[in-house]
């Protein structure tokens, strides 16, 4: 397989789709590894296998409408695959196999048939002590988001899963790129008030515009670059409340056509009404209940 991620919303030939089967039993709290499985096991609101399972077949129908070829993980007994995009991602021709958190190690192992048809040339292995997840990884032709935590807390935090080491081996890796670090706000228990990746707090779409929740990061000034890159007429800002559901998070099969939460209704009106954009809306609400959605559930790996 030829990889090819240029950018997050070129059109989609390949990709990898989580796995919601054999999900196992809901996390004790104390297990849950990121704020808003917190709140969800905390409030009796984690979500059945049954409609996990019906949300990711609806958001395989529509990426096989669009001719995607859809890979799945195999099957790991009792326990979460949903969200791909942290196991690895790909930048231009080369996959980064992240280095997730202990929780989540053993999901690598499901992989293997997908790593295998890349050349082993386009692997990269990260050190041990580099922490990277594919969530706060945002590709965009000759930038790289990345989000990240600087805080002396980092090792404290479930939810701090990129640090600074990473970011500088993915500068030497891609010399080219303009490499943009952004510390987001971090918090295990309160999802109003932490970001778990990048992609929950910003994402591109279309060409040139962008979705945007301004209180994510530590530093205001971050979220003033991003607005200086696309314009401030490009960007859409969601609400506390839009983020807490996890807006943002929506996945673009082309500059044209994105993935979206069918209850995201002011969102989903502006992207098509003001932006021209197609938006193929679905119920996932039951996943969002466990800190991702749409992109979370993908690991792209060809766009044209």
Known sequence: MKLNIKNETGRLKSVVLGQPNSMGPVPALLDSYDAKSYYSIENNLYPKESEIISEMNAFEAVLKKYEVEVLRPDIIEDYNQVFARDVAFVIDDKMIISNVIADRADEQEAYKTVFEKVAWRKIINLPETAHIEGGDVIVWDNFLFIGTCFSEDYRNYK????????????????????????ELKKNDKIPYEGILHLDCTFNPVGTD????????????SDYRLIIDIFGEENCFHVTPEEMFEMNPNIFSISPEIVVSDKTFTRMNDHLRNEWGITVEEIPYREISKMGGLLRCSTMPLVRE
């Open 159 to 182: 939810t701090a899963r990129t640090n600074e080491y990473a970011i500088e081996i993915l500068k030497e890796y891609f010399p080219k790129k303009r490499i943009i670090d952004l």
């Open 209 to 220: 515009k962008c979705i945007i929740y301004k209180d994510g990061f530590v530093d205001e």
